[in-house]
């Protein structure tokens, strides 16, 4: 944490803050490998890649690139390892593929797994994700957080690297929605917009413990809804309409709504004047 002295300039401030620096990360050049790894893994690039050499190369200088990048979060005691990273990446990359496709299937607007592929942002949120838990479950420092920022930044879609996702996971328009560090989410899940999976409290001692909730799986979670708490399970098969507020568990096969009252009025009646003075 960087220590604010009255009597240093701010020069001299700055000079602390680079001294007392733990890592020496590029930040841009993580979040830019990101996006071109996933632009060359879902084929969004311009030129196709047509020869067996030719991708195992980029590969191959995508792995070296990340060999630099994640030696300047570690230690030197520590032994500098990428192989555990790409090693899942077949087992990461059909995950995704799964997802894409289960995003056409439940989507009327999506033509085609391509279109999702290159256009939904809540595709890439999901794969960036995908990618950065990996890091996460192997302790991987700083990396994980810059990547699903960087997510975050370009599609308004929080989710914790440490959150643990099912596959065939759907999110829908996305804008919005937070997904916290400890939340669960089984298979087959749908969510859209402004959905906030939270912790009913934020202070640092629960910083160890289950503070978000359990999302089993086949739920669907329509707009706004709120869900908080460590011990709030929702169970298989539910529906959670939109813009309620859960901290309790729902029991499997559930139907949850806010019911609200909608008034509507004729905007100029006719016992009222249109055209009055004051």
């Avoid at 978000?212 to 460590?230: C, F, K, S």
């Amino acid at each position: 944490m960087l220590e604010i002295i009255p009597y240093m300039t701010f020069t001299e401030q700055l000079h602390l803050g680079y001294q007392n620096r733990k890592f020496d990360i590029d930040k841009r050049k993580t979040e830019d490998f990101i996006d071109r790894l996933f632009r060359f893994i879902f084929f969004l690039e311009y030129q196709r890649c047509s020869e067996i050499e030719l991708i195992e190369k980029r590969l191959s200088d995508f792995k070296a690139e990340f060999t630099e990048i994640l030696a300047t979060v570690k230690t030197e005691n520590e032994k500098v390892e990428s192989d555990v990273f790409f090693e899942k990446f077949p087992e990461i990359y059909r995950a995704l593929q799964n997802d894409a496709q289960y995003i056409f299937e439940n989507d009327p607007a999506a033509q085609s797994v391509e279109e999702v592929v290159f256009s939904y942002p809540g595709f890439f949120a999901i794969a960036v994700y995908r990618l950065s838990h990996e890091l996460f479950k192997n302790k991987i420092p700083l990396i994980p957080r810059i990547w699903t920022e960087y997510a975050h930044s370009k599609t308004g879609i929080d989710i914790h690297p440490g959150a643990v996702i099912g596959e065939n996971f759907f999110i829908d328009h996305g804008t919005g929605i937070v997904i916290g560090e400890t939340t669960v989410i089984g298979r087959k899940v749908k969510i859209y917009q402004g959905v906030t999976l939270g912790a009913l409290s934020v202070t640092k001692d629960l910083q160890d413990q289950k503070r978000h909730p359990t999302i089993e799986d086949r739920v669907v979670i329509y707009a706004n809804a709120t869900i908080l708490g460590g011990e709030t399970i929702i169970g298989e098969n539910s529906l959670i309409g939109g813009n309620v507020w859960i901290t309790e568990s729902v029991a499997p096969n559930s139907v949850v709504f806010h019911k609200g009252q909608v008034t509507v009025k004729n905007k100029f009646p006719g016992n009222e004047p249109i055209n009055f003075i004051i």
